[in-house]
């Protein structure tokens, strides 16, 4: 990932190479507020995408923790509703864990990042580079199927660290 700055604004922006990336999934939380806004997305070369996004003034669920900082409960509220329109769509995110959820305090707002995994519900498959170090729920390896009840199982552990008395 790249911090950039437009030429025309001078505004910064994130520019990401993935070899994936779910436009429609990222279209359809952008009707709802809960990802950054889209510049450019295109397959550049081969099969390496380019996204370019607007930056956020936020804080990853990770360096909240990581700074002692409670995860105030708009975070779960939010998460789960972006969630559920996923899954209404057939989607699953895939990719839940804290460093792909951004907590903006000043605006009170939360995004969504990184759709190189979000993928069609017991269709499409995890990359089979997955880290199978990291704590997942059972069924879940290196190029298994994707399935709705994973991103739960994530958001459930997501729900866990929010402090519902902020």
Same mark, same amino acid.
Do not use: M, Y
């Given at each position: 990932m790249y911090i950039a700055t437009l030429s025309d604004t001078d505004q910064e922006v994130i +520019? &990401? !190479?993935t070899a994936h990336y779910n436009l429609e %999934?990222?279209? $359809? $939380?952008a009707k709802v507020g809960f990802v950054l806004t889209l510049r450019f997305c295109e397959c550049v070369i081969g099969d390496l995408y380019m996204v370019v996004m607007d930056c956020v003034d936020g &804080? =990853?669920?990770w360096q909240l923790? @990581?700074?002692k900082i409670p995860v105030? @409960?708009? +975070? %779960?509220? =939010?998460?789960?509703? #972006?969630? @559920? $329109?996923l899954h209404e769509n057939d989607t699953v !995110?895939?990719?839940l864990w804290d460093q792909n959820i951004l907590y903006d305090a000043s605006k #009170?707002? +939360?995004v969504l990042v990184d759709f190189g995994w979000s993928r069609k519900d017991g269709e499409s498959r995890y990359p089979a580079t997955l880290n199978p170090s990291n704590t997942w729920v059972e069924d879940v390896s290196p190029y298994s199927i994707m399935h709705k009840a994973h991103d739960l199982w994530q958001l459930e552990q997501l729900i866990a660290l929010c402090n519902f008395d902020a």
């Open positions: +520019v &990401k !190479f %999934a990222h279209r $359809l $939380l &804080k =990853s669920i923790q @990581e700074d105030p @409960e708009i +975070v %779960a509220r =939010s998460v789960t509703d #972006a969630i @559920e $329109l !995110f895939g990719d #009170a707002c +939360v």
